[in-house]
């Protein structure tokens, strides 16, 4: 019976929207529509390499800095080795960000 119920639930509410619906199909509707401008290219166009290496330095760079809340709550049990520590980490991500910036990952195009 649960499953007689779990199946019939579907079908009959996609076709009572079938019937219930407008069936008003404008040009107009089907169209794109990207914040109430007309776009100016096809939506599938590819994106830059570019576009996809932003995205993913700020995903690194996003994780890397949360590492900082966890040292930050602890910071007086840590006393000079959590001091250092985050010292050598802050270090690593900054000369990453430096290196990433050097070779032009972060200039957008």
């Keep these: 019976m649960f499953i007689f119920v779990a199946l019939l639930l579907p079908v009959v509410a996609l076709l009572a929207g079938r019937l219930l619906r407008p069936q008003m199909g404008h040009d107009t509707k089907l169209r794109p529509y990207e914040c ?3 776009p ?4 599938r166009e590819r ?3 570019r576009y996809y290496i932003i995205a993913i330095l700020f995903v690194i760079f996003d994780v890397e800095t ?6 930050a709550v602890i910071y007086d049990k840590l006393a000079l080795f959590g001091f250092i520590e985050m010292l050598v980490f802050l270090g690593i991500l900054i000369f990453g960000y430096i290196y990433v910036w050097k070779k032009g990952a972060l200039e957008w195009v």
């Design 66 to 71: 949360i590492f900082l809340f966890p040292w």
């Design 36 to 38: 109430g401008v007309e």
């Design 40 to 43: 100016e290219t096809d939506a």
């Design 47 to 49: 994106y830059s390499v």
